[in-house]
């Protein structure tokens, strides 16, 4: 059994910064793809970003292409989201999850989520 615990998450203003961790214990982090998604209140979870189990290769929704980074540190178990130039629709709790599946950007290709962090963005 796979336990996801993402952090990092907060209250910003537009344009700031934020780096979000999703910590994984349970299982063998470094032969997994994985995955960020986000939810806004009274909004469908969406997908954000994935990686690679080697790190080697990288994908972003086109609405944070550019200001958004994921990697990945397989000997601290732990994944990373780097969210440069924030703005206020990023605003929403963000799920980190191991990927099993076909497709990088539906949630049904996810397994083992993790609670979620919330992030705000005022304006």
């Known amino acids: 059994q796979v336990q996801l615990v993402e952090s990092g998450g907060g209250l910003v203003q537009a344009g700031d910064s934020l780096r979000l961790s999703c910590a994984a214990s349970g299982g063998t982090f470094s032969s997994y793809d994985m995955g960020w998604f986000r939810q806004a209140p009274g909004k469908e979870r969406e997908f954000v970003s994935a990686i690679k189990w080697s790190g080697g290769a990288t994908y972003y929704a086109d609405s944070v292409k550019g200001r958004f980074t994921i990697s990945r540190d397989n000997a601290k178990n732990t994944m990373y989201l780097q969210m440069n130039s924030l703005k206020p629709e990023d605003t929403a709790v963000y799920y980190c999850?191991?990927?099993?599946?076909?497709?990088?950007?539906?949630?049904?290709?996810?397994?083992?989520w993790g609670q979620g962090t919330q992030v705000t963005v005022s304006s």
């Open positions: 999850a191991v990927h099993f599946g076909d497709s990088y950007s539906y949630t049904g290709g996810y397994a083992y």
